[in-house]
């Protein structure tokens, strides 16, 4: 699949993406189908994950979905409301222990519905516990018609070794949106945007060190506008017991998401060159075009996604505070056509 991105532009991953669903989903237009897992939290990168899933899917099916549920509800309804059909569960960087309540309820899922053709949007793998990892190669297992995407190499290899199912690798689901263009001018000429969650690696730069280049933040300790939440949630809490309430939810999770991934969107492009270490904040820079220096998290999930894809000329991969200050250093006087950075 890596192949099969001929350039490094977002069009080229979007193909991609739709050409790894041709080959996966041959004959599905029209048929019914459920996204289970929407993230109604502030971590952007997970909006942006579920809009272009979204979108992708809907372009595979040509329709909507008939079914949707948040992260780790288990989709009590799903039965009922879409009889037939393939689930989808999504992507994103919590296969494993790391998120437990997440991966928990996909474990639930594939237990309570092993009469449903599941198919897992791509993720990065990463297991803590073999107790933990054991638990998931039974669930696996034991599912007659499930499928795992994944959106890097070594996941790649890790699920082919360890896992019973079909195992895929494409792109991540944020590039069904294909290219956005930035929701306002910069305003600096540095942006971080640094996690501050248990995926933060040992050693980063701390956000004193980079605040001396300019704003530093991390989308996830801004909470959604508050009426954005309240007026929606209501609506979230329906039990879709018909077509024309899941509709209703259906339209509340994308306003929300939406919302969520534009406040990210407009976080990142006020730096003419962004600083971070989340995935989705390379992801977003990448589908606006804005140069952006990128750290590892954790468990290497970052640079391993990178590493597996054709990469821009906007990308720059960076170790350490030394790294960033070359980079930044660099762009503030003429380079050679090489650059002369880490990429």
């Given amino acids: 699949m890596r192949d099969a991105v001929e350039t ?13 669903l041709e080959t996966l989903l041959p004959s599905v237009h029209g048929q019914p189908w459920a996204l289970l897992d929407w993230p109604g939290h502030t971590n952007v990168g997970d909006s942006a994950i579920w809009l272009g899933a979204l979108a992708a899917l809907e372009r595979r099916f040509g329709r909507p979905p008939a079914f949707l549920s948040r992260s780790a509800e288990f989709p009590h309804g799903l039965d009922d409301a879409m009889p037939e059909g393939i689930v989808f569960l999504l992507g994103g960087g919590n ?7 997440v991966h928990e309820s996909r474990l639930r899922v594939l237990q309570g519905f ?60 944020a590039y069904g949106l294909g290219s956005l ?23 980063s730069p701390e956000r004193r060190e980079l605040a001396r280049f300019g704003p530093c933040e991390d989308w996830t300790l801004r ?24 509709r209703l939810r259906e339209r509340a999770y994308r306003r929300y998401a939406r919302k969520e991934v534009l406040r990210g969107a407009r976080l990142l492009a006020r730096g003419r060159l962004v600083v971070t270490d989340r995935l989705h904040a390379h992801i977003l820079c990448h589908l606006m075009g804005r140069p952006h220096v990128v ?13 597996t894809w054709p990469r821009d000329g906007n990308t720059f991969m960076a170790k350490g505070l030394k790294d960033i200050e070359a980079i930044i250093g660099s762009r503030s006087r003429p380079v050679p056509a090489s650059g002369g950075m880490t990429r």
């Fill in 8 to 20: 490094s532009s977002p069009e080229a991953f979007r193909n991609a993406l739709d050409r790894l």
């Fill in 95 to 101: 296969f494993g222990d790391l998120w437990k309540s």
């Fill in 114 to 173: 092993r009469h449903r053709r599941i198919i897992q949007l791509p993720q990065s793998i990463h297991f803590q516990s073999q107790a933990s990892l054991e638990a998931t190669r039974k669930a696996v297992e034991q599912h007659p018609d499930f499928t795992l995407l994944v959106r890097d190499k070594a996941s790649f290899a890790f699920a082919e070794t360890q896992f019973s199912c079909p195992a895929l690798l494409g792109p991540d689901m």
């Fill in 181 to 203: 263009a930035p929701p306002a001018p910069a305003d600096t000429d540095v942006f971080s945007l640094l996690r501050t969650d248990l995926e933060r690696q040992e050693g």
């Fill in 223 to 246: 909470r959604a506008p508050g009426l954005h939440r309240a007026v929606d949630a209501m609506v979230l809490d329906l039990s879709p017991r018909s077509p024309a309430l899941m």
């Fill in 295 to 307: 750290l590892d998290n954790s468990y290497g999930k970052i640079f391993g996604f990178i590493e």
